[in-house]
């Protein structure tokens, strides 16, 4: 209820003081009022994720079967179902809750931190550790850790979206005290909330409530609810697996009529299809995509990626442009000052500047700064760190002065004004500084064209030289507009931000992945210029255009066709950034996007993916992300797209192992249908060839790593479906032969006068061999069988080597034996049916080798 008082009484009754607290308070109140960590949804326990396993029509009509069989006395077969079922369920419910644990972890990663007043000094903490009575400081991009009575705001504007769905900025004022204690939280403009962000401005707040006593806290319950929206390729393979399904159904009724025409008992008819129909259903296929898309984002983040939003990591794969900001991602965002520039002279670091310059250098400036044992610790923007240090170096004695003065007025520094400024009081005099981007400031300073040329010229050599350039300016008057012009020239300061090692590779390896790279930055068109030709991403200063030339040419209309051949956008605007990306789209392009900015949110939010940075990005800029980068390096988008081809290669490769070994089962007993031969495989085999040919296998291919090449690719077409014209073609020629070839094997053993039994027992180990072969054809749609590396993934060795010897155990086992019907074999056999299974190799290799050769046009991703 703190809206209702003034900040005194709010201080007062949170026994604080706007000083902030001290270690000792943060100690005992840490300990009263816990961490600043919402209670998390209750999580489903491993039980009933097992359980919810059995919800699917496919188990629905497989208990049917278990039913009936247990209706009919065939108790082993109505047991092995169950047990088929259990084995299954278990699988698929482990895979689910691991998936869900690496979810949780990665989110732990995503931290938030704000800066707090403490002993004194402002720190940066995580938000984790903010607590009752801390004096929290905001600046646009901050999302706010808690509930705040507001103590002093500058500018400041915040989207409370999340508590009130407004989605329009609201002000706030420190100075309303609200007469209503029910007042609406929306209109409560002294409190900032918990989980809004502030969009603009500054502020100073005093915690008044955390974690699970914050109003989000309160409706926290609601909101962990809400279902989390399943990914677009998830989606999309429901769709295949229901359309797979009833073109399987229309099998089963073709194998229906067939066999009431044969005659043959109606109850060997139900299960045969029943049987058919579950094995031959990619029911593994939602776990397999679980896997693939979990075990990704494990990677990534490993590799410096989180992964916000599980559909990045499909959209990655399809990714050809990367519009990049310069600052942080492809430079260190180390900045330092290495020269300041007047009209007249070149100053070196320790030579002496002038008075006014070195005041608007540590005085307009954001970043704060204490001493620990003898050195300076700096807190804030980059600009002002770098300037701050600079001025401290020169004159130590600032450091007091600093100290002793306050701000009368200011202007907090947002990226869209590019400028920033600060008004004081000094020696009775009141002092106006400025500084931002040259341009901004030369145009609120008095002086003749001749000399504002002269001085831009001055600003393009340094640039042209990649140099970041802050101007400063100030003016003595007792106006409080500290915005309006007037302001008396005085210089700017030459700010070096070296490149990060590895981008320039990184730049080489994305465009031989297919995927160009574009610069876009609020920074100078020739610094930008400098950096982009550095790293390869421009060659002419043709390539370059800045915001202004943007207007023009949207006025004229013809903006599309100047921006699609640019590759640097130098001074841009957040609207401006939003237009490039969507140009870029309408060219055809599946484009990311990387910010730190509130400046970024709105191209972020428009790209295809938007990259935020972990580092040094606001959490506005993170809030719109799919992923974000740890280490806010460009290298690391690399590794994502890496990454995000691996899985969904790793999804085809389950897709088709799936899909293929159904239909081999089909075209098998399809094929004795018309023959009007005995099945070749009885209900019982065929539900355990699916168990030791897909049952673990499936998930170990949604586990593979990297093929070669696989960065040297050209990205895949984001419409084009997983089933595609090369699944097709390997799904038919693989399904066909191994169907086939089991067919002739049982039609020939029964016409030597074989057994019905002991032909089905060799069929059966047929079709175990084919498929556990067929594995190692599904690891590479395009490399050769021979130059993939076999060894890398050991859990697919030891799923394979599990079902084959699972099968030779059941050969030998009495109790097996008499369930499936089989029985040990010769060894002589065994080598042969194993070469008639390896020969599935040569034919996949041709299909390779042929449709690379006389298809590759049409049939390449
Ligand atoms: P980038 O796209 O490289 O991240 P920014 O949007 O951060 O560029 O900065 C745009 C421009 O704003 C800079 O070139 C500079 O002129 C100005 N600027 C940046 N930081 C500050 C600051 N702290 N104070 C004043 N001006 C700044
Ligand atoms: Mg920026």
Redesign the pocket.
């Known amino acids: 209820m703190f809206h209702i008082k003034s900040v005194e009484e709010t201080l007062r009754d949170l026994g604080c003081s706007v000083d902030g607290l001290s270690k000792q308070e943060v100690l005992s109140r840490s300990e009263h009022y816990g961490k600043n960590i919402l209670q998390e949804a209750k999580k489903r326990t491993i039980f009933w994720i097992f359980v919810e396993q059995f919800k699917s029509p496919v188990i629905y009509i497989l208990l049917l079967a278990a039913g009936v069989s247990l209706a009919i006395k065939e108790f082993g077969d109505a047991g092995f179902i169950m047990v088929a079922l259990s084995i299954n369920a278990i699988v698929g419910a482990y895979q689910e809750y691991i998936a869900g644990e690496r979810a949780d972890a990665l989110k732990r990663v995503i931290k938030t931190f704000v800066n707090v007043l403490r002993d004194g000094h402002r720190v940066e903490i995580s938000s984790e550790d903010v607590t009752v009575g801390d004096i929290v400081f905001f600046e646009s991009g901050v999302k706010v850790p808690a509930d705040i009575r507001l103590i002093e705001t500058n500018e400041l504007q915040v989207n409370e979206s999340l508590l009130t769905g407004e989605s329009i900025d609201v002000n706030k004022n420190p100075a309303y005290i609200s007469t209503n204690a029910d007042e609406p939280i929306g209109e409560r403009q002294n409190m900032l909330y918990a989980g809004s962000l502030v969009t603009r401005g500054r502020a100073i707040g005093v915690v008044t409530a955390i974690a699970n006593q914050t109003e989000v806290g309160k409706i926290a319950a609601l909101l962990a609810t809400a279902k989390t929206a399943k990914p677009p390729l998830m989606l999309r393979m429901e769709i295949f697996s229901v359309n797979i399904s009833k073109m399987i159904g229309g099998v089963a009724l073709l194998i229906i009529m067939l066999g009431i025409y044969q005659e043959m008992p109606l109850k060997d008819i139900f299960f045969l299809t029943v049987i058919l129909a579950i094995s031959a259903i990619p029911e593994g296929l939602p776990v397999a995509i679980t896997v693939a898309l979990s075990v990704a984002s494990a990677v990534m983040s490993r590799r410096n990626v989180i992964v916000r939003r599980l559909s990045a990591i499909e959209g990655l794969g399809s990714c050809t442009l990367i519009a990049s ?3 942080g991602t492809m430079t260190q965002n180390r900045l330092s000052v290495e020269h300041f520039v007047t009209p007249e002279q070149i100053y070196s670091p320790s030579e002496h500047i002038n008075e006014y310059l070195l005041l608007g250098a540590i005085l307009c400036n954001e970043s704060t700064f204490h001493k620990e044992s003898d050195e300076f610790v700096f807190i804030g ?1 980059q ?2 760190v770098a300037l701050a240090r600079y001025a401290l170096a020169l004159d130590e004695s600032l450091f007091e002065k600093h100290k002793s003065l306050k701000a009368i007025n200011s202007v907090p ?1 947002e ?1 869209v004004n ?3 400024a600060a008004s004081y009081e000094i020696e009775y005099k009141k002092l106006h500084f400025i ?3 040259p341009e901004v400031i030369l145009s609120k300073c008095e002086m003749n064209d001749d000399k504002k040329e002269y001085i831009l010229k001055q600003v393009d050599e340094w640039a042209a030289k990649g140099f ?1 350039n ?1 101007a400063l300016a100030y003016k003595a008057s007792n106006e409080s507009d500290i915005a309006k012009e007037g302001y008396i020239y005085l210089g700017f300061a030459v700010i070096t931000d070296p490149l990060r090692e590895g981008v320039k590779e990184a730049v080489k390896t994305t465009e031989r992945a297919g995927i160009e790279v574009i610069m876009v ?4 068109p020739n610094t930008a210029f400098f950096i982009a030709r550095e790293l390869g991403i421009a060659i002419s200063k043709d390539e370059v255009m800045d915001g202004v030339e943007i207007s023009h040419w949207i006025e004229r209309g013809a903006h599309k066709e100047e921006i699609a051949h640019k590759r640097v956008f130098a001074r841009v605007s957040p609207e401006q950034k939003q237009l490039i990306v969507k140009t870029f789209q309408d060219l055809g392009h599946f484009v990311a996007v990387t910010g730190d ?1 509130v ?1 970024d949110a709105p191209a972020l939010k428009f790209a295809n993916i938007g990259i935020a940075m972990g580092k040094s990005g606001t959490d506005v800029a993170r809030e719109s992300s799919d992923l974000i980068l740890t280490d806010d390096a460009f290298n690391s988008i690399v590794n994502g797209i890496e990454e995000g081809r691996v899985a969904y290669d790793n999804i085809r490769k389950v897709t088709h192992l799936l899909i293929a070994t159904g239909l081999a089962e089909i075209v098998l007993i399809l094929l004795s249908m018309l023959f009007f031969i005995p099945t070749p495989l009885l209900p019982v085999q065929l539900l355990w060839l699916n168990l030791v040919a897909n049952g673990f296998q499936d998930v170990a291919l949604a586990t593979e790593k990297a093929e070669p090449g696989i960065l040297k690719r050209k990205p895949r077409d984001p419409k084009e479906p997983i089933f595609n014209k090369i699944m097709m073609s390997r799904v038919v020629v693989g399904g066909l032969y191994m169907g086939i070839l089991a067919f002739a094997l049982f039609y020939t053993l029964l016409k030597f006068g074989y057994q019905e039994d002991a032909a089905r027992n060799l069929t059966l180990l047929l079709m175990v061999l084919f498929e556990n072969v067929h594995i190692f054809n599904s690891r590479s749609e395009n490399n050769s069988i021979f130059k993939i590396n076999h060894f890398q993934n050991k859990f697919l060795w030891v799923s394979i080597l599990a079902a084959q010897g699972a099968h030779i155990i059941s050969m030998y086992n009495p109790f097996m034996q008499s369930l499936l019907s089989i029985e040990p074999v010769s060894l002589s056999m065994w080598a042969a049916l194993l070469f008639i299974a390896m020969t599935l190799v040569a034919v996949m290799e041709l299909e390779k080798y042929f449709r690379k050769k006389y298809y590759s046009k049409s049939l390449t991703t």
């Open positions: 900001d310069k600052t923007d600009v002002d520094y990226p590019k400028y920033s500084k931002g981007s970041r802050i930055t609020g920074d100078h900015g400046n």
